[in-house]
């Protein structure tokens, strides 16, 4: 079994904030958990370079805009690296690789005559990167953006969005392509109200951008191109990666961008008779603090800072238990703290560090053996993780932890005499918490990582969480897992 799960791809015309961080490390649990599940698994991030914005926010920055873009998408890729991300792949829309392919694409499109000349003349938001119509507009200016269109008419190319109507309907129609319904039943009913009008997908007015292969004069339309960066990272349509992980399994995006990924990239991909996604999960919007996060605002935290001051594992387990998946959702400092005082330094750092100070004291460090007497029922979570219920997931998860927080509380080991219970008990308590570190492998890793190592075991897989796979070890106590902050 394959899994190819893929972010949005961000622009670069600004520092990343805490959404990019939410969308980035929800990707990251679900392609950790498709891992632990034994399959392969192939998980891509990236930005978006190609964009006008892009270029503005260079011009404004009096800075090269090749250069302006090189120094953002580095922020991004120390991003990734700071919220501990297993991706396989970075892809920069203004690398080769990924220009060749968007070319290409374009011009079988273009073959296929579902690309004609024609002339544009509407409102144009820089802020969406898209045209928008009339009926958009709330008191003249984008919603999306609150800030107002400008007028523009100029000779563009068309992409024959209107010929896939009844096609993309069908698709989308079916039960799995959108996710959740709510994003599902908004598409549906957006397509058959409005209809498919055909799409511009070149400009003739910029420097920066990928040429068509047809005509010099254009640049592709930055969303035609952005989109193509799923299978361009992949090596469509030659290398080893291309044959083996294309179609994705799963776009993860974020739902200003659903009418993109749903609508306009399968009608793409059909016309050049490339195969269909299978799925799109669309997320909600991240509040921070209570307030939208917005520039205007003032409240754009560097989600870079946050994990210098409160380390990475805390901050993906609040979010994640914040944010009913799927939905808006508010995360705050407060609640970052809470979280990783009660629940991290308290139900899973005192539950290790209690099991392994009485192994320490009663059994000379050696994990004694005898039979478990806590199971775990790992289909329950792992149906819920298939249909992206991440924060219930983990909720679930938790309840397991505070399962032998009660055992250990009921039993209090620390008073018993008998050898052979006390051997039960400790076992019982070890043997689940490498069922735990197994579990929240995909959630905080690292901290996974410390209860193994404090276990002295090798990580586990989906596999391994049944009761009495616990061998016989040495441990090793080491620091508490959690600081109280
Ligand atoms: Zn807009």
Redesign the pocket.
Known sequence: MKFYITTAIDYVNAPPHIGHAYEKICADVIARWHRLKGEKVYFLTGTDENAQKNEQAAKEAKIETKKFVDQNSKLFEELCKKLNLSNDDFIRTTQARHTKVAQEIFKKVFDKGDIYKGNYEGYY?Q??EAF?TEKELVDGK?P??N?EPEWLKEESYFFKLSKYQDKVLKLIETNTFILPQKRRNEMISRLKSEGLKDLSVSRTNLDWGITTPIDKKHKIYVWFDALINYVSALGYPDEKPYKEFWPADCHYIGKGINWFHTIIWPAMLMSAGIPLPKTVYVHGYITLNGKKISKSLGNVIDPIFLIDKYEIDPIRYAIIRDIPHGEDGDFSEKSLINRNNNELANDLGNLLSRTLTLIEKNFNSEIPESKSELTFDIEKIDKLMQNYELDKALAEIWKFVNKCNKYINDKKPWEIKDKKELEKILYTLADSLRIISILLHPFIPETSEKINKQLNIQLGTLKDCKPNLLKKTKIKKGEHLFKKI
């Open positions: 938001c802020g969406c928008i984008c999306e953006h800030k």
